[in-house]
């Protein structure tokens, strides 16, 4: 199936796994990768040197192109653009949207550029200054999260951008691709139906809390970090919820020194990236310490196992997923049932 999204990146099939903090890491996004999906991987989680050394882990476990996930906002961002450049990274993926220079930059250098978007006028703003193509997040989707569902935002961006538009929040099947296609876009990308297969290294006893939840166990919180959060409901979001100020906030420092030295970030460019996600985000300094809280949070669950001390973000699609497919075979399925539905869509109509 060819789209505007499998010409732009040369994948075989019109599929993104996302960058995942912590889950996204070089056996996901190679399986990904080889199975015909763009990979992406997630990077604001590793150490500048983690992630050279996770690009060329890809890179000798597929010849296919992938991509790299980043902050925009954070102050080592040119180092890893630098990585992204010099190793050939076929793909820039930003969680917020990147600054003109730093879009100008990657295309000079032959990198394609997506950032992620939760609303139309980001959408506009980026492919103004020269984005390739848009991924699109409804509030469905897992990890940080808007308020506007997949089926109004998908349409307003498609109609307000004339790049390629990838749909993502909420998509797990082939039934989804079709309807992104009708939508008018170019593809889907999917977080949490990637973080459940069993290329995924999350632990297998964090795997089994999203296979067991349903629809309603998956919450928007903004106890984590101040930011509408999606993850399931657990009994540390319940105490979060219900924590006092101080009480979090202590909790909160105690995580950001853990955070700092996995990192490799020192104190001093820890307040840098804490400055540039206050910027005209209206957060307090409380909400700040608490964002750099919430990599440690998820590191617990998806690197630990500890679904009782982690945070376990996750799209509302959870509650619909019940297996482990391996992501060759979860691609192939996808495309497989897309590829029925289509014909079964034109039978209908003669
Ligand atoms: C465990 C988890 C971690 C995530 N971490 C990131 C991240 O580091 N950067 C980012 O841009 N998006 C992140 N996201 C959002 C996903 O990339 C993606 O947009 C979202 O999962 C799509 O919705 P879906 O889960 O319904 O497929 C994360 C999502 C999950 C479930």
């Not at 993104?16 to 996004?29: E, S, Y």
């Not at 853990?258 to 209206?282: E, Q």
């Not at 192939?332 to 289509?342: G, I, N």
Request: aromatic content about 4%; proline content about 3%; overall charge neutral.
């Amino acid at each position: 199936m060819e789209t505007a999204l499998t010409k732009l990146v040369g994948v075989r099939h019109p599929i993104v796994q996302t960058g995942m903090g912590w889950v996204a890491g070089p056996r996901l996004v190679s399986a990904s990768a080889n199975a015909g999906a763009l990979g992406i991987l997630a990077s604001a989680t590793m150490t500048v040197e983690g992630l050279r050394g996770a690009v060329r882990e890809v890179k000798s476990r597929t010849d296919a192109p992938f991509g790299v996930n980043l902050r925009a906002d954070a102050g080592d961002a040119h180092e890893r653009v630098r990585i992204i450049i010099d190793e050939g990274v076929k793909v820039a993926s930003f969680a917020l949207a990147p600054s003109r220079e730093l879009i100008a930059e990657l295309k000079d250098a032959g990198v394609v550029v997506i950032p992620s978007v939760g609303a139309r006028r980001h959408a506009e703003k980026v492919a103004a200054w020269g984005a390739d193509a848009v991924i699109v997040q409804g509030g469905e989707g897992g990890g940080h999260t808007g308020e506007v569902a997949t089926t109004v935002l998908l349409p307003q961006v498609v109609d307000a951008v004339e790049i390629p538009v990838v749909a993502a929040g909420g998509f797990f099947d082939g039934r989804g691709l079709v309807a992104a296609l009708a939508y008018g876009a170019a593809g889907i990308a999917m977080g949490t139906r990637f973080l459940l297969t069993s290329d995924s290294t999350v632990p297998d006893a964090v795997k089994a809390e999203y296979l067991a939840a349903t629809v309603k166990d998956v919450t928007v919180t903004r106890a984590v970090d101040g930011l509408p959060h999606r993850m399931l409901r657990t009994d540390l979001v319940n105490s979060l919820e219900g924590a006092g100020r101080t009480r979090s906030l202590a909790r909160a420092v105690r995580r950001a020194a853990g955070f700092r030295k996995l990192s490799g970030l020192t104190w001093p460019g820890m307040i840098r990236d804490g400055l540039a996600l206050k910027h005209g985000k209206n957060l307090s300094w409380s909400q700040v310490l608490l964002a750099a809280n919430t990599p440690m949070l998820l590191r617990a669950s998806m690197v630990e196992g500890r679904t009782d001390l982690g945070v376990m973000a996750s799209g509302q699609v959870a509650g619909v997923i019940d297996d482990l497919p391996s992501c060759a075979e979860l691609v192939e399925r996808v495309m497989a049932d897309a590829e029925r539905v289509l014909q079964e869509l034109a039978v209908a109509k003669h």
